[in-house]
């Protein structure tokens, strides 16, 4: 019997009832779901975070990080919460499992993963620093988290080739250019897909899908912050493709963002530091 082609097979992995991949973390999905309910306070995000000691950790040690820290350290989750504000504290928590997520047994798959880690946290703080900068700063916790969450799609897809993989001993080897085109071709999709199962704002599903596109919706400020970003991470490396002849300033998303160059150099700056740092978050 013919196999079936690996396209094929990852759809029907995704779709499966039963598959359980290490993706998202229960509590820090109950966090950005607390977000949204009026009922919820900074008790009731604390004691979510205190059910999982080791996320409470977790959560201390990016707090504390040279990304997040003012000038003393936070010792406790309410001085976190108090200093930092609920939503970043709960999009803290999201960085602190996600980054859990992107390891694998597999050399070839773990070679994937860690510069996408890089990139995801990169975009992340690209993005919030961008709506903080240019009159978005109202926004700036929802670009964090779009930032963050844009390319979910393509960590799903390595964590079903990391199953396949282990399934058969890890003797299943895949080529970095497969690996490549399988996450360039159907990341959009699956990862629209995932973030409507994880029932967040259907704001990040929608950049997860469509921040691909070929043209920009110049009423997404978000999307265009997120490509924007992708376009500073090509030109300096952080994520793989062509990137000579890029000129930021001259993009549709620079345009609509009213960023100016010397913000521009800034960033870029700002994403190379996120990169080496990314790994000790």
Not at 155 to 167: N, Q, R, Y
Not at 181 to 203: F, Q, T, V
Not at 258 to 278: K, P, V
């Amino acid at each position: 019997m013919a196999r079936k082609p690996l396209r094929e097979l990852i759809d029907e992995r995704i779709q499966e009832d039963n598959l359980k991949l290490p993706v998202a973390h229960n509590i820090a999905l109950k966090l950005q779901q607390a977000l949204r309910d009026p009922k919820s306070d900074a008790k009731t995000m604390e004691r979510l975070i205190l059910e999982d000691q080791a996320l409470a950790g977790q959560i201390l040690k990016v707090a504390n990080s040279a990304f997040f820290a003012g000038l003393n350290k936070v010792e406790t989750i309410q001085r976190a919460l108090v200093r930092l504000g609920l939503k970043q504290v709960a999009n803290l928590a999201m960085v602190a499992t996600q980054q859990a997520a992107y390891t694998s047994k597999n050399k070839m798959l773990a070679s994937h993963m860690e510069p996408l880690w890089k990139q995801s946290l990169a975009s992340a703080i690209g993005c919030q620093w961008i709506a903080r900068r240019t009159g978005f700063r109202d926004r700036a916790d929802e670009a964090f988290l779009a930032g963050l969450l844009h390319d979910i799609g393509k960590l799903l897809i390595l964590k079903v080739l990391d199953e396949i993989a282990s399934e058969q001993g890890n003797t299943t080897q895949f080529s970095a250019p497969l690996i490549r085109e399988i996450l360039d071709n159907m990341h959009n999709e699956h990862g629209h897909a995932l973030l409507m199962k994880w029932n967040l704002p259907e704001i990040y599903a929608v950049i997860a899908r469509d921040h691909h596109q070929e043209t920009l919706d110049p009423n997404n400020v978000l999307i265009a912050m997120v490509r924007l970003v992708d376009l500073v991470c090509l030109k300096i490396g952080l994520e793989p493709g062509e990137s000579e002849g890029i000129v930021l300033a001259a993009t549709p998303e620079a345009q609509v963002l009213g960023i100016s160059e010397i913000h521009l150099a800034e960033l870029e700056i700002l994403l190379e530091d996120t990169a080496q740092q990314a790994i000790a978050a």
